[in-house]
């Protein structure tokens, strides 16, 4: 499968590359490395040191025998003839697209990181669509979405679609989309953008709505993580919670849970990632199917995950300790949730369930490179009803 990989630079997308090219098919890896000025925006930093883009490209090809990974570094939402170009001379059979910026508490930060966040993700996504539509037509575009598209609603959460029954009369629309972020909403307008392109231009897509993902190993990783290793955020605009708690319990800081800590979502470990997406290429969406999967294998709740990371730490000797802080978001913190996950199982994956082991691993991990721990960055900064501060007019005055 020649098969592209939008967003080859990040959390995700370098494991993914280097996943399906160590499988022998042909990789064509795209980045814009924005990723690390939103970083250094932040004042974060991954736990790991990784090389440039480039570099980390170039040490795979040195290392592995199999077909080269090809690169080219692209903005996909300002440089439409540079993504035209590329894509138009390697004529993939699959994008996986996960080069959207993916904080959402970047998003809330302010009017700029906002509309920063919406122009990169919308637009970036629109001018994939039309290459597709003018230059691929009838390649499979897998995109990353996310389980926050749906909010928490009070009924079970479906696969995308929803059979509504309304006055005596039957249809199938999308689900009903509350996204909690403007993040969030940057991917329902993806997929509604997308949706269209299935409708009107016969694209094939496969909405792959992701839970919150967490792990720092893949196979590939595993084999040489001092080259490999791939950009593990534990920080509090782009860390994901549990990766956040196992750096807590390493470097013996309580374990912050927002609110209540009854904010439940679905989870799921990077390796299951890898095999989700590659399930999808291998399967792919029919022509004018918009096809959507719940990308993610456990429920949690976060006072949950705190429960069994400070169980996990404590039988590792370590002094853990949890503490509730006031919620920077506005989200329920007491709810109904139910997400079907069915359709990647049915296709043939094996979940990698959160296990003691799994944990005792991470932070084990994590307690190896706790000197590289920036422990400044972990308590949150941005919140959800931050107003700006207003000048005080005074009516009438000269
Ligand atoms: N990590 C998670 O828990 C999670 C959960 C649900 C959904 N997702 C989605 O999966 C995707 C990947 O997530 P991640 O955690 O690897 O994020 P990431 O930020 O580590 O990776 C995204 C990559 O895309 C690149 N990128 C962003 N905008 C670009 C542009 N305009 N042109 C070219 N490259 C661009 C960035 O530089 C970065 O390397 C994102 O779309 C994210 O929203 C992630």
């Not at 997308?13 to 399906?20: A, E, I, N, R």
């Not at 849970?257 to 291998?282: F, H, P, S, W």
């Amino acid at each position: 499968m020649r098969i592209c990989i939008l967003g080859g630079d990040g959390y995700l997308g370098w494991p993914t590359s280097m996943h399906f090219a160590a499988r022998g098919h042909d990789v064509l890896t795209i980045d814009n490395m924005g990723k690390r000025l939103w970083e250094a925006r932040a004042g974060v930093a991954p736990l790991m040191p990784i090389k440039p883009f480039p570099d980390r490209v170039a040490d795979w090809n040195a290392s592995y025998q199999g077909k080269p990974i090809r690169h080219a570094v692209i903005d996909i939402a300002t440089d439409y003839a540079g993504l035209r170009d590329v894509l138009t001379d390697f004529q993939p059979d699959a994008i996986v697209h996960y080069a959207e910026q993916p904080s959402a508490p970047y998003s809330m930060a302010g009017r700029a990181e906002a509309v920063d966040t919406q122009q990169n993700n919308v637009i970036g996504t629109l001018n994939l669509m039309f290459v597709i539509r003018d230059h691929c037509p009838g390649v499979h575009l897998i995109k990353l979405g996310t389980m926050g598209e749906y909010g928490t609603p009070n009924i079970d959460i479906e696969e995308g679609w929803l059979d509504v029954t309304h006055n005596g009369r039957q249809d199938r629309v999308l689900f009903p989309k509350r996204p909690g972020s403007l993040y969030h909403l940057t991917k329902v307008h993806d997929s509604a953008n997308l949706e269209f392109a299935c409708r009107v231009w016969g694209f094939r897509v496969t909405d792959l709505n992701q839970g919150v993902v967490y792990g720092i190993e893949t196979d590939e990783i595993a084999a040489d993580p001092a080259n490999r290793a791939t950009s593990f955020h534990y920080d509090s605009v782009f860390g994901t919670v549990l990766n956040r708690f196992v750096v807590q319990a390493a470097i013996g800081q309580p374990l912050t849970v927002y609110g209540k800590g009854g904010q439940t979502r679905g989870y799921l470990n990077i390796r299951d990632t890898l095999r989700c997406v590659e399930l999808a290429a291998m399967n792919p969406a029919d022509e004018g199917e918009f096809r959507v999967f719940n990308q993610f294998t456990e429920q949690f709740s976060v006072q949950q995950l705190a429960d069994r990371v400070a169980a996990v730490g404590r039988s590792m000797g370590l002094y853990v300790t949890t503490q509730h802080i006031p919620n920077p978001r506005a989200e329920m913190e007491e709810h109904y949730y139910n997400a079907k996950h069915s359709a990647l199982p049915a296709l043939g994956l094996k979940p990698n369930l959160l296990t003691d082991a799994m944990l005792r691993d991470m932070i084990a991990k994590v307690t190896d490179n706790r000197d590289l721990v920036l422990d400044s960055h972990i308590m949150p900064s941005i919140r959800w009803d931050q107003r700006p501060a207003r000048p005080k007019i005074v009516r009438g005055a000269a």
